[in-house]
Structure formats: C-alpha cells, structure tokens
Nanobody, 126 residues
C-alpha cells in the first residue's frame, strides 16, 4: 500500500491556473501508475489525466486536453497536475490515485486504481 497526500487545491477565477501535487509514501513510487481523477457533486468520479511509470506515456480526458498537464518526479515521489484556462465546469474534488504494477502500463480508468488520496477541492468561479 502507498499513502497519497494531495495539495494545491483552492478557489480560482475562470481562466486562472492551479497546480496540484500528490506526494506518495514508500520506496517504490517509480513502479506505480499514477492518475488524477475528479468528482463533482452528484456526478460519478471521472478520469482526468494519468501517467505511466516513466512519465513518457500520458492520458487526458477530452474535456481537459490542451489545458491540463500531468507530470511526475520519481525522485520526489510526487505527481503533479498543472491546470490552466480553468472553467467553472472543472469545479470538483480532485483525487490522486496509484496502482502498483509489474510492468509499464498506462492505466486510464477509475476502476483500475486501488490506492486513493483524500482529495483536494478545486473551485472555479465564473
């Protein structure tokens, strides 16, 4: 198991930017597929962006392509989500998730992850 702690959420105006960070405990961070997900009130949790071991492969939901960037620093046990041109519809609780893998695979679905952080609120005002 890995412990995940998110930070960087907050209130921002539409068009603004935020950077979320997720720091993981443990010594095998580089063997975890990582992802960012979000859940708005009354909606199901959805994938936002995911990244494989090395960081060379990434996935983005269509709704965030061109605006959000996921990256990881394995030396710091941290994955980031840079969010630009934020819209009110990006308002949600954002969760970091991890899945230990024996091979380098890009996981994109919520159900594929089994370690979750507590979440951080992102609110975008119009």
């Amino acid at each position: 198991q890995v412990q995940l702690v998110e930070s960087g959420g907050g209130l921002v105006q539409a068009g603004g930017s935020l950077r979320l960070s997720c720091t993981a405990s443990g010594r095998t961070f580089s063997s975890y597929a990582m992802g960012w997900f979000r859940q708005a009130p009354g909606k199901e949790r959805e994938s936002v962006a995911t990244i494989n071991w090395s960081g060379r492969s990434t996935y983005y939901a269509d709704s965030v392509k061109g605006r959000f960037t996921i990256a990881r620093d394995n030396a710091k046990n941290t994955v980031y989500l840079e969010m630009n041109s934020l819209k009110p519809e990006d308002t949600a609780v954002y969760y970091c998730a991890a899945r230990y893998l024996f091979r380098q695979v890009l996981l994109t679905a919520v159900r594929e992850y089994d370690n979750w952080g507590q979440g951080t609120q992102v609110t975008v005002s119009s």
